[in-house]
């Protein structure tokens, strides 16, 4: 007879009292997103096109409460023509997870990476002209059917040789420093239930230039925008967390407690693993990776702030690590192994690691 862990019951219920579909499920019932909220965290991961064409993935997102949007949202596909919208794959991911029940979370209105090419060579007056623009037509079309907007991505890039440790680019040459505070202000001038949140790389290893930079540069300006009474929801720690770089845990798990310490919810907004440097044998590969992933979330978790744990992405079979992976080692004879299910959507010992460092968490 198969029994039930308390837990796993109250579990299942809360899933089942939330009127979500069945989801896919542990022998107790559990989910990734039914464990999360028994310990007041959501659970979501980033989607891409492939949940409407590959029903095996899409059924893994019975896990999730949020989805993030992996592209949708992003200017070179909102408006990959100077002043021409398309809103097409981004309205396809508003009613799915309308439909779903799900916490929509549109990630991102601005980067300073991954733009599209019109935006080369505008002037500063033009470039204030379609930043602000992009905020108006935007997120106005957006209010009430998206939740949450990942505002700003990835602010800061030391190596840019910018004042502040910021990122050269478009927004920060149309305004300066201040080009992240203006974005916040006037989106939530424009909807101002929407929950806010500005989204940063890096904060988890301990590299010169990278974290050890950025950290610092990140918690300075989150107070200076609280400080400012800027509408700063949240903040997005993205843990891409590469194996080839230093890093210290508890080091992250202290930094979380800080920007907690300024008034700000915390997502581990990104989560997945870049193994690049590991042995190539699967299991001790799968085993590194779930150990390294139980630890960061366990001492992340540890700060009551930290209540969002979004994946970027659930299958390896569609991470992006695989076009990097390619990019920069040029072979298939192994693949990236980065996320809680395999290539065959069977689950890994990551999804063990993110189970257990929920489950690690004092409940609420
Ligand atoms: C990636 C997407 O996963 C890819 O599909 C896209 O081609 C490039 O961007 N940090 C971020 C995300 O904030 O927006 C990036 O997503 C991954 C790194």
């Known amino acids: 007879m198969q029994t039930f862990s308390r837990r796993g019951v109250i579990e299942a219920l809360a899933t089942l009292a939330a009127g979500a579909a069945a989801p896919r499920a542990m022998a107790d019932g559990s989910t990734l997103g039914t464990i999360a909220q028994g310990v007041g965290v959501t659970f979501g991961s980033a989607a891409g096109g492939q949940i409407y064409t590959d029903t095996a993935y899409e059924k893994l997102f019975a896990e999730t409460k949020l989805v993030a949007s992996e592209w949708q949202f992003k200017m070179s596909s909102l408006q990959a023509q100077k002043g021409v919208y398309d809103f097409w794959n981004a309205d396809q991911l508003v009613d799915y997870s309308a439909r779903k029940g799900k916490t929509l979370k ?87 239930k929407a929950r806010l949140y500005l989204n940063e790389s890096q904060c988890d290893n301990n590299a010169a230039g990278l974290g050890v930079a950025i950290r610092p540069a990140l918690l300075k300006l989150v107070g200076d925008l609280k400080h400012s009474g800027v509408p700063l929801a949240g903040v997005g720690l993205e843990s891409h967390l590469d194996m080839g770089l230093p890093y210290d845990d508890a080091q992250f798990g202290a930094y979380c407690a800080q920007l907690s310490n300024l008034g700000v919810s915390i997502a581990i907004s990104e989560l997945d693993v870049r193994d690049f440097t590991l042995p190539d044998a699967i299991a001790t590969r799968d085993k590194m990776i779930a150990d390294r992933v139980q630890k960061f979330l366990t001492q992340a978790l540890s700060t009551r702030a930290v209540d969002q744990v979004v994946t970027w992405g659930l299958s390896d079979k569609y991470s992006w690590l695989k076009g990097l992976w390619q990019t920069q080692r040029g072979t298939t004879f192994r693949q990236p192994r980065p996320l809680p299910y395999d290539d065959q959507m069977q689950k890994k010992p990551c999804w063990n690691a993110i189970a257990g460092a929920l489950r690690s968490r004092p409940r609420a």
Do not use: M
Not at 109 to 114: G, T, V, Y
């Open 106 to 192: 549109a990630h991102c209105l601005f980067w300073q990476a991954n733009n599209p090419a019109w935006l080369t060579g505008l002037s500063t007056a033009d470039l204030q002209y379609v930043f602000d623009k992009h905020i108006d037509t935007v997120v106005s079309r957006y209010a009430g059917k998206v939740q949450i907007w990942d505002v700003v991505n990835e602010p800061f890039w030391p190596a840019d040789g910018q004042p502040g440790g910021f990122g050269a680019g478009p927004w920060f040459q149309a305004f300066g420093q201040d080009w992240v505070k203006r974005a916040f202000q006037r989106v939530a001038a424009v909807d101002a």
